[in-house]
């Protein structure tokens, strides 16, 4: 899992950029917004989210294939 952490006193869009976090550096991974519980499906490069001010989001990467 990954959080996106906003200790600023404004949204502010935070990326997770999967090649710095992914497990062999792969491009594609597939998301769950455990914050949102939603599946967001296959995410290429990296994952943007508005994070509101003192806000969090935790995301769950896994191996698409």
Excluded: W
């Excluded at 998301?31 to 935790?58: I, M, N, S, W, Y």
């Amino acid at each position: 899992a990954v959080g996106l952490v906003n200790f600023g006193a404004r949204a502010a869009e935070l990326t997770c950029d999967f090649r710095r976090t992914a497990d062999r550096g792969d491009d594609v991974q597939r998301v769950r917004d455990c914050t949102a519980q939603r599946d967001l499906g296959e995410l290429r490069k990296k994952f943007t989210a508005l994070v509101p001010p003192h806000g969090t989001v935790v995301i769950r990467l896994s191996d698409p294939r």
